[in-house]
């Protein structure tokens, strides 16, 4: 798929703007802090609902302004559609689809399907598990949109189950006898936790399982002979089908139940795991030099590329100021394996910075305008 045109109301500096696109490559340069990323972040933001750089939609909306649009005709095949988002920070947000009302945000996933590249991956390698589970997370919900229910779910029954556990922990401190109210109430919402985490566990180790040989030879594409990597999902229960699962976790909680309650927290799940990645013997954490921690976070996003269009409907590429971050020999190498992309979107600060392999469309950003040139 791609988007043909781009409309953006108090979204992040921008008052209004409107960016008709092309398939194939089109750059946006202008200097720094011009808007460039910003204008990508809104494309990612209809992909994921939500923005690669901040957790909160407040950010994204223009300073003083009260709500946020981001509007956008998509084109699959022969099939054209409309999609729009408004941003209400404090509030429900609300989503249009071919200007029919009757849809939630959540609707809107799997319209626009984007793979982004940007600084903030280097913290995929990097940083703590929770960036590895949201990236496996927005992933396993591209591939199927309906795991944003899901999801939802086991995260309301997670802080449901967590508030419960606070108040049986609280009732056991002062002896009171208030607390086994709570605890058997703990069953049931074990059975929800698990119900929903066996569903999520399941569809992250299939995603784990396809995209790790992918990630293997995106890496050696970008760094031939510089891995082998392997991707390890990283788990307390066993694994199997989807109700074994749910078996394997219930257990799980059931043996944790002491020390959950000591603590006042869930701590099995989904929300615990980590991906670990490898790269030889090692985890490229706390082992990767800066160059192959860069590599590698390339290399998850290639290979997600490649892994969603072998499955159909192509995503958008967006690659937000990578090129910069990347020595000459790396920076050919990934301009020439996304070069042939249905659409890619490139932000870069200087024109030279835009491999040459990535001929196309060129867009000057600067005093909150888009220019075609
Ligand atoms: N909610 C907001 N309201 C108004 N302005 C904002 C808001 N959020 C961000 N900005 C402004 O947008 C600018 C940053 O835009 P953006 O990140 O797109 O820049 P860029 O062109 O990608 O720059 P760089 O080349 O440094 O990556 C900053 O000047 C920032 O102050
Ligand atoms: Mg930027």
Known sequence: MHVTHLSLADFRSYARVEVPLDPGVTAFVGPNGQGKTNLVEAVGYLATLGSHRVASDAPLVRAGAARA??????RQGDRQQLVELELNPGKANRARINRSSQVRPRDVLGIV????FAPEDLALVKGDPGERRRFLDELVTARSPRMAGVRADYERVLKQRNTLLKTAAMARRHG?????????????????????????????MALVAALGPLADEAYERLAPGGGPVALEYRTPVEGGTREELYEQLLAAL??????????GVTLVGPHRDDLVLKLGELPAKGYASHGESWSYALALRLASYDLLRSEGNEPVLVLDDVFAELDVRRRDRLAELVASGEQVLVTAAVEDDVPKALAGARYVVGGGEVTRL
Do not use: F, M, P
């Open 113 to 116: 399907r984007t793979v982004l």
């Open 69 to 74: 649009v981001i509007r956008a005709v998509v």
């Open 254 to 263: 059931a043996d944790a139940r002491r020390q959950e309650i000591e603590r």
């Open 176 to 204: 009171g006898g208030s607390g086994s109210g709570a605890l058997s109430t703990l069953d049931v919402w074990d059975q929800h936790l698990a119900r929903a985490g066996a569903e999520l566990l399941s569809q992250r």
